[in-house]
């Protein structure tokens, strides 16, 4: 691994690693982590380039942060974790789970996406913009080219073919805001695709775990019970 991830870590019991969305970093999660420390041992990383993880040379992709997390797992003698991702989190954390499915115990996907097109255009036509922006000042400004590689996440990635959910066995939870800007009908596809997922949706917009905590939290904690 080229770089270290930035973490904090609380509590104890089994791993429950939280991962962030794109251009935000572990303090997305602030109303998970108190709650969840209680039970388990909470680790909410920074992905690569974003918050105090730095960007390294690798490629900014998400196979790349999928590696990286197994990396970090791997370095910290984690064999087997839980797995809560938010939009591109959960994407990672998908990734992740298609690769190494042996490392996964459980695995919550919240506002996910399988490819761009599961985005609400009216959502992914800005960012699509900006992207196209940003890259044409890419090549002389820093922070340009910085939001160029977030944006880039959004507008090429993830590929994921609903077929290949199949050989996900452990228990998934797919979760949304019911005014969620990924697509209701996509994310049902995520959870008809998945032998063994519960389907919740959240009062709320996309941002559910940190705007609408109560709620999210109740069903995340009842799924864990099961």
């Known amino acids: 691994m080229d770089i270290q991830l930035h973490y904090i870590e609380q509590g104890q019991g089994l791993p429950l690693i939280l991962l962030h969305g794109n ?25 690569r380039g974003h918050g105090q993880s730095p960007r390294g040379e690798k490629p900014f992709t998400i196979k790349q942060f999928a590696e990286d997390l197994h ?16 939009s591109d989190g959960g994407n990672i954390a998908l990734t992740f ?3 190494y499915p042996e490392r996964v115990e459980r695995l919550v996907l919240n506002g996910a996406n399988l490819f761009p097109g599961g985005v609400k255009p009216r959502y992914q036509w800005p960012i699509e913009l900006g992207y196209r922006i940003a890259m044409l000042f890419a090549k ?8 160029a590689e977030l944006l880039g996440l959004m507008v090429n990635e993830p590929h994921i073919a609903p077929s290949e959910l199949a050989v996900l066995t452990m228990p998934v939870l797919v979760i949304a805001g019911t005014k969620d800007m990924i697509k209701e009908s ?6 008809k ?5 519960q389907l919740e949706l959240v009062k709320g917009d996309h941002f559910v775990a940190n705007k609408n905590p109560l709620e999210f939290n109740q069903v995340v904690a009842a799924f864990f019970e099961k």
């Open 23 to 47: 251009g935000e970093d572990h303090t997305y999660f602030v109303h998970q982590i108190d709650r969840f420390s209680k039970a388990y041992r909470v680790i909410a990383l920074d992905t």
């Open 71 to 86: 990396d970090f797992m791997d370095a910290k003698g984690i064999a087997q974790a839980t797995l809560l991702g938010f």
């Open 97 to 99: 789970a298609l690769k």
């Open 140 to 147: 002389k400004d820093e922070k340009a080219k910085h939001n």
């Open 186 to 191: 996509h994310t049902r596809l995520i959870y």
């Open 193 to 197: 695709s998945l032998p063994n997922a």
